[in-house]
């Protein structure tokens, strides 16, 4: 298949901008994966499409305040420091903007001295590779001078940046936010427990390769960023229990679908795995583990699309975006909602 095929036309006054007041307020298209019906519902009527005995798997990720702006030393230069990659303790990759100050051997000042940055090093794809000094905590330190890495379609300030977090968030290390988790609350979750669903936690970070435009004509020529994951003992024992018992496993957001699907690629099963995964789900790719999907409207021409319409059906995908446009859902990280099971 071609990129152009997960082309579709969205105006741009259908780009949220900013989260909804309330988490689960936003508005849900579900879709049947195989009639390809669709309704239109509110978030909350997740309940109606549960059954008990099914289990909700969510990434608990939580997204670094990455966004950290520094000082250049010798000539008060300032230069955008995006971190990307860990690659060990206090050697990160990092995005840097305009690069051209971010040479190697260049020392940056942070949060007015509280962190201190030597270039190291350039990456293959242009980026820098940034050794850090401190003292105390690293983690703290970002969580007081740094921002959260919004998209580049979002124009808006975030005023709480807690709203580009998921209420489970727990494990830091994210580029950007595993969107579909943003509806929920702890009361509708309590809702989903109390029906007879368990919810299940795995881990992946998002990296913003999950933005990055696919460049080629033919979709299988795409290379794939790679993102670290988590699945462990007690999600997986979760999954092959409830498979067991008929139930059905729904994954909240493609990012735990990713990891779903790498461990049950990787290993032939659903088991306790740690890993890196490279892996791109586009049409013809036969699903190991996920019987269910909570997502957002994705951007076109996106990995994501490609990930939704392998699950769904291109042409039942393509054709609920088009709904979605017509009836004027808000698109992207702060916007609506999409289900995909089916009866």
Same mark, same amino acid.
């Given at each position: 298949? /071609?990129?152009?095929?997960?082309?579709?036309?969205?105006? !741009?006054?259908?780009?949220?901008?900013?989260?909804?007041?309330? +988490?689960?307020?936003?508005?849900?298209?579900?879709?049947?994966?195989? =009639? %390809?019906?669709?309704?239109?519902?509110?978030?909350?009527?997740?309940?109606?499409?549960?059954?008990?005995?099914?289990?909700?798997?969510?990434?608990? @990720?939580?997204?670094?305040?990455?966004?950290?702006? *520094?000082?250049? !030393?010798?000539? *008060?230069?300032?230069?955008?420091?995006?971190?990307?990659?860990?690659?060990?303790?206090?050697?990160?990759?990092?995005?840097?903007?305009?690069?051209? +100050?971010?040479?190697?051997?260049?020392?940056?000042?942070? *949060?007015? %001295?509280?962190?201190?940055?030597?270039?190291?090093?350039?990456?293959?794809?242009?980026?820098?590779?940034?050794?850090?000094?401190?003292?105390?905590?690293?983690?703290?330190?970002?969580?007081?001078?740094?921002?959260?890495?919004?998209?580049?379609?979002?124009?808006?300030?975030?005023?709480?940046?807690? +709203?580009?977090? @998921?209420?489970?968030?727990?494990?830091?290390?994210?580029?950007? #936010?595993? =969107?579909? %988790?943003?509806?929920?609350?702890?009361?509708?979750?309590?809702?989903?427990?109390?029906?007879?669903?368990?919810?299940?936690?795995?881990?992946?970070?998002?990296?913003? *390769?999950?933005?990055?435009?696919?460049?080629?004509? /033919?979709?299988?020529?795409?290379?794939?960023?790679?993102?670290?994951?988590?699945?462990?003992?007690?999600?997986?024992?979760?999954? /092959?229990?409830?498979?067991? /018992? $008929?139930?059905?496993?729904?994954?909240? %957001?493609? =990012?735990?679908?990713?990891?779903?699907?790498?461990?049950?690629?990787?290993? $032939?099963?659903?088991?306790?795995?740690?890993?890196?995964?490279?892996?791109?789900? &586009?049409?013809?790719?036969?699903?190991?583990?996920?019987? $269910?999907?909570?997502?957002?409207?994705?951007?076109?021409?996106?990995?994501?699309?490609?990930?939704?319409?392998?699950?769904?059906? &291109?042409?039942?995908?393509?054709?609920?975006?088009?709904? #979605?446009?017509?009836?004027? &859902?808000?698109?992207?990280?702060?916007?609506?909602?999409?289900?995909?099971?089916?009866?």
């Amino acid at each position: 298949m /071609n990129t152009s095929d997960f082309w579709y036309d969205l105006p !741009e006054e259908l780009i949220a901008q900013t989260p909804l007041k309330q +988490r689960d307020a936003s508005r849900m298209l579900h879709l049947d994966k195989e =009639t %390809g019906a669709i309704e239109h519902r509110h978030f909350t009527d997740i309940l109606d499409y549960l059954r008990p005995g099914d289990c909700l798997i969510l990434n608990d @990720t939580r997204v670094l305040p990455a966004r950290i702006y *520094g000082v250049k !030393e010798e000539t *008060g230069a300032v230069v955008e420091f995006l971190l990307l990659k860990q690659r060990e303790l206090d050697l990160w990759e990092c995005l840097c903007k305009p690069g051209k +100050r971010a040479k190697p051997g260049t020392v940056f000042s942070f *949060g007015d %001295g509280r962190l201190k940055g030597t270039v190291t090093d350039v990456t293959d794809d242009g980026g820098r590779v940034v050794k850090f000094t401190y003292d105390g905590n690293f983690y703290a330190i970002l969580e007081e001078i740094g921002q959260m890495p919004l998209p580049p379609y979002i124009k808006e300030k975030l005023e709480d940046q807690e +709203r580009y977090q @998921t209420v489970y968030s727990n494990e830091l290390g994210s580029a950007a #936010a595993p =969107t579909a %988790g943003l509806h929920f609350t702890p009361e509708l979750l309590k809702k989903v427990e109390d029906m007879g669903v368990a919810i299940g936690k795995v881990t992946l970070h998002v990296g913003l *390769g999950t933005f990055r435009p696919v460049k080629v004509d /033919n979709i299988e020529e795409h290379k794939m960023h790679s993102e670290h994951y988590w699945m462990p003992k007690e999600t997986a024992d979760l999954i /092959n229990r409830t498979k067991a /018992n $008929g139930g059905r496993v729904i994954a909240v %957001g493609t =990012t735990s679908c990713r990891t779903l699907e790498s461990v049950a690629t990787k290993l $032939g099963c659903i088991a306790e795995d740690e890993d890196w995964t490279s892996i791109f789900i &586009y049409p013809g790719y036969e699903f190991k583990a996920m019987d $269910g999907l909570i997502t957002n409207f994705h951007l076109p021409e996106s990995t994501l699309i490609m990930l939704v319409s392998a699950f769904a059906g &291109y042409d039942h995908t393509m054709n609920a975006y088009a709904e #979605a446009v017509k009836e004027r &859902y808000r698109f992207f990280s702060f916007g609506d909602s999409m289900m995909i099971t089916s009866n």
